[in-house]
């Protein structure tokens, strides 16, 4: 089998689609719509991946495919790819496989390594911004503008080492590895903290101001620490707040795994937050901002946001916010129970 990045090109020839879905292709995906065997279903694409290539069936099933494709550039799509390519070799790196894929597409932390090999391959720890973000395919390419497409030209020949000599590759994780390091350190120093709620399953999650150095919080800079929070928040909620601008930052968010069809990690419903963000614009009042419904990302559901849709303080302290978004919760499961 070879690679081909999706074009129109492609559509109506014999595809396989490893991680995104492509319509009219066999598919190795977990991404929403996908028609993945059954017997091959896990949470990654890339332990999907491996799954076939470890399958007695997968000649049959695969019978007349020659291409191998995807439609988006990300570590969790580059790993799978390259496990198809790659066949039952692939099978002696299964453990880092899975571990990086995860750390890529959920910001998990399986362990050091993988967080720095989906540095490498996707930059930093959000797996919700597009096109290429990679440090690796930046030095690969040099000068070079680089598409999608190039970049698994690019990174694909690159995978196993990257896997097996991580270190080797430091002057490019490094950068993105240290802003991670510090978000697990702010939690395990207490100066983040996470407060559990087990009846409404919220977890309210206050980002300390030193996360981001001595000039505190900015909106327009500064990213959620997504593996940091990841690591320590066990609710079907987030709520993470972050001191800004004399008030709060604010997002609610679902858990960074949700987005996808998920097998071992348990799925999670979106709630009906329309009557709690009327609720909290209440309280609000008038001011620079307002709270709103938000699926610009995956896993995204509320913000507090200015006028032009850019991060704005709240007026609002984390507990009142916290106080409402609980009630909300326990109202809903009260509902589905009675």
């Known amino acids: 089998m070879r690679f081909e990045f999706y074009h129109d090109g492609l559509a109506g020839a ?25 017997e091959l279903r896990a949470d990654t694409s890339t332990e999907i991946a491996l799954n076939f ?55 998990e932390f399986p362990n050091e390594r993988a967080v720095r090999v989906s540095v490498l391959l996707q930059g930093g720890d ?22 999608e497409r190039r970049a698994y030209e690019l990174v694909l ?11 080797e590759y430091e002057p490019l994780w490094r950068e993105g590895w240290a802003e991670i390091e510090r978000g697990l350190d702010s939690f395990a120093r207490g100066n983040s903290r996470v407060e559990e709620d087990a009846e409404s399953r919220l977890s309210l999650v206050t980002l300390a101001p ?15 620490p997504y593996t940091a929070v990841a690591h320590n928040a066990r609710g079907e909620v987030f709520l993470v707040a972050t001191p800004a601008g004399g008030g709060w930052s604010y997002r ?38 307002s709270w709103k419904p938000d699926r610009s990302e995956l896993t995204s559901a509320v913000k507090f946001l200015d006028a032009g849709g850019r991060p704005s303080a709240s007026r609002l302290r984390p507990g009142e916010v916290a106080a409402e978004l609980r009630e909300t919760l326990r109202g809903q499961a009260a509902a589905l129970t009675a």
């Open 14 to 38: 014999p595809l396989l689609s490893v991680d995104g879905t492509v319509d009219d292709a066999l598919h190795l995906s977990h991404w929403e719509g996908n028609t993945t065997p059954e």
């Open 53 to 107: 290539v470890a399958w007695p069936r997968r000649g049959e099933w695969a019978r007349g495919v020659r291409v191998v494709t995807n439609n988006h550039f990300d570590a969790d799509g580059v790993l799978s790819v390259w496990t198809v390519l790659n066949g039952e070799r692939a099978l002696d790196l299964r453990d880092e496989l899975v571990s990086a894929a995860e750390a890529g597409d959920f910001s």
């Open 252 to 289: 609610i968010d679902y858990p960074y795994y949700c987005w996808a069809v998920t097998y071992t990690r348990p799925r999670v419903a979106r709630r009906d937050l329309a009557p709690l963000v009327e609720r909290l614009n209440e309280l609000e009042g008038a001011g620079g901002g």
């Open 210 to 224: 030193d996360l981001y150095g001595a000039g505190g919080f900015d909106p327009a800079r500064h990213a959620t």
């Open 157 to 167: 020949p690159e995978v196993e080492r990257v896997l097996t000599r991580t270190d």
């Open 126 to 147: 959000n797996p919700f911004v597009p096109g290429v973000n990679s440090p690796l395919v930046e030095h690969l390419a040099g000068s070079e503008r680089v598409d």
